[in-house]
């Protein structure tokens, strides 16, 4: 039986995503855990994150978790960025006064404004709250058997742009149109909370414990 | 493409059971939350919101079981609330897997906790929880006060004011409660919640008197509410929720069907 390393650098709730793996894959093994020894060891792993980025991104390198994370990302086992976990892997985010990340990726993290309107000029609330469709801009395992156009479920402030549109995998529009997953060799990243959007967001993690880490 | 507005059924528990009474037609534990939760995401619910009036601190360890058995088996936002009064409640709710909690007295009495809650747990799982009566008379500006412990004592705190400073402070979202309307299912008092929702940047739960599906339509469209919260026309079966989803999206809401 599969094992999975939920990194764990002491923001947020955890239980929710090993909840919905055990759920969707009976008898997986879930280690909730930063020793690097157990990330390193384990067949794949999952980068979750809520809250703060200047607060996670402090968590991160202090605990080493920056180290685990290009690890994990090189050694070609398949790795999954849920939200923050998303917005960490990117090179810069405006919030709390700018903060740098792991840049794993280039592209920026930046907030919806205090004046986000829809196309009919309605003020939109943030945060970005509740469930949005995500359309799939590429084929992909972790797509698998979920319907293009599904509904996630969100709840974040700032937003992800990656620089090279060829990694990018998913978008959404809220006010403006951003990037809500990211695609390439054995990483994929989302915004949205699938341990938290029920049938679609089940099927991804299912699709993500079977996956082999190749497109 | 656009964000869906919201529809969460609302559970009372008290010691671990449902109260209030919930009549399914065909369930076979009617007290059960975590069966009753995942009835309804399993209709199409897009949150579950869990009132917990349970008194006694034994109950309160019953609470935080039922809020992990919760989490293992519905895989939908929940929300955890009442009695939420220091950041060790919030931390053993989250930690059972809630993913946000709501805050109601506690704030009134103490409105730096939610600045405390917004910065250890991020502003995104606080929830405020406002308990809001008119105060003004027929032919005044319309105004509303905050009341506490279930509608009986003013606080002379204006409503509007209020939400705002709750914001301030860090709350992510109002649940918005009108206890004129609450129990009434005459709908929800739409000058209330427009205001609250036009006066605050963050969304705006509605909860309190929902009687027919016109009234989840009304809240929000004439209450631009972002989510609508109900229990009884649930509970009681007078309307299941992909119904009530259907209904609003013929009258152009955006819903998640």
Redesign the interface.
């Known amino acids: 039986m599969s094992s999975i390393a939920v990194i764990d650098y002491g923001m ?2 955890l ?2 995503v090993a ?2 793996l ?2 969707v894959q009976p008898g997986v093994e879930v280690l909730v855990t930063a020793d690097p020894q157990q990330v390193r060891e384990a067949d794949r792993v999952l980068l979750p994150g ?3 980025i200047r607060d996670c991104m402090a968590e991160i390198r202090r605990l080493g978790v920056d180290a685990e994370v290009a690890e994990a990302i090189r050694s070609g086992k398949p790795f999954l960025g849920i939200c923050v976990g998303f917005q960490a892997l990117m090179s810069f985010s405006e919030e709390n006064g700018g903060v740098e990340c792991l840049n794993e990726y280039e592209g920026r993290v930046n907030f919806f404004g ?1 004046n986000l309107k ?1 196309q009919q000029g309605e003020r ?10 995500v ?1 799939q801009t590429v084929d992909h395992p972790l797509w698998q058997g979920i319907d293009n ?1 599904s ?1 996630f ?5 700032y937003y992800v742009r990656v620089n090279n549109p060829a990694l990018v995998a998913g978008t ?3 006010g403006v149109p951003f990037d809500v997953a990211l695609a390439q060799n054995n990483v994929f990243a989302v915004q949205f909370h699938p ?4 049938k679609a ?2 099927q991804l993690l299912q699709n993500f414990l079977n996956w082999d880490g190749k497109r | ?6 529809i969460i059924p609302c559970l009372d528990v008290e010691n671990g059971r449902v109260v209030k009474g919930v009549k399914f037609l065909d369930i076979r534990d009617a007290g059960d939350p975590v069966e009753i939760a995942r009835r309804y ?1 399993q209709q199409g619910a ?1 949150e579950i919101t869990f009132l917990d009036i349970t008194a006694s601190h034994e109950g309160r360890d019953t609470t935080v079981q039922t809020v992990e058995r919760m ?3 519905v ?3 929940l929300t955890v609330g009442g009695g939420i009064r220091t950041c060790e409640d919030i931390r053993r709710m ?6 946000k909690v709501s805050i109601n007295t506690a704030a009134v009495f103490n409105p730096e906790f939610v600045r405390e809650a917004a910065e250890r ?5 606080i929830v405020v929880a406002i308990d809001a009566k008119q105060v003004s008379g027929p032919g005044e500006e319309p105004r509303w006060e905050i009341f506490t412990h279930g509608g009986r004592k003013a606080t002379g705190i204006d409503v509007v004011e209020w939400a705002r400073k709750m914001v301030d402070l860090g709350a ?2 109002i649940l918005l409660t009108s206890m004129d309307q609450d129990g009434m299912k005459s709908g929800f008092d739409l000058g209330l919640t427009r205001a609250v929702s036009e006066a605050v ?4 739960i509605a909860s309190g008197g929902v009687g027919t599906l016109d009234h989840l339509v009304d809240g929000v469209v004439a209450g631009k509410a ?2 609508v919260l109900a229990a009884s026309i649930f509970h009681f079966n007078e309307y299941t929720i992909p119904q009530a989803k259907q209904y609003m999206r013929d009258r152009g809401v955006e819903v ?1 069907l």
């Open positions: 947020g709730n239980h929710s909840k919905a055990e759920h809520v809250g703060a205090d829809d939109l609330k943030v945060p970005h709250m509740g469930w949005n469709q359309e156009g509904r479920y969100f709840v974040h402030s959404c529009e809220y341990e938290k959007s029920q967001g089940l | 493409m656009a964000l869906a507005k919201r995401e897009d989490a293992a088996e895989f939908i936002p989250l930690n059972a897997g809630a993913d747990f991020g502003s995104q799982c992510g979202e940047p963050v969304p705006v972002d989510a998640r």
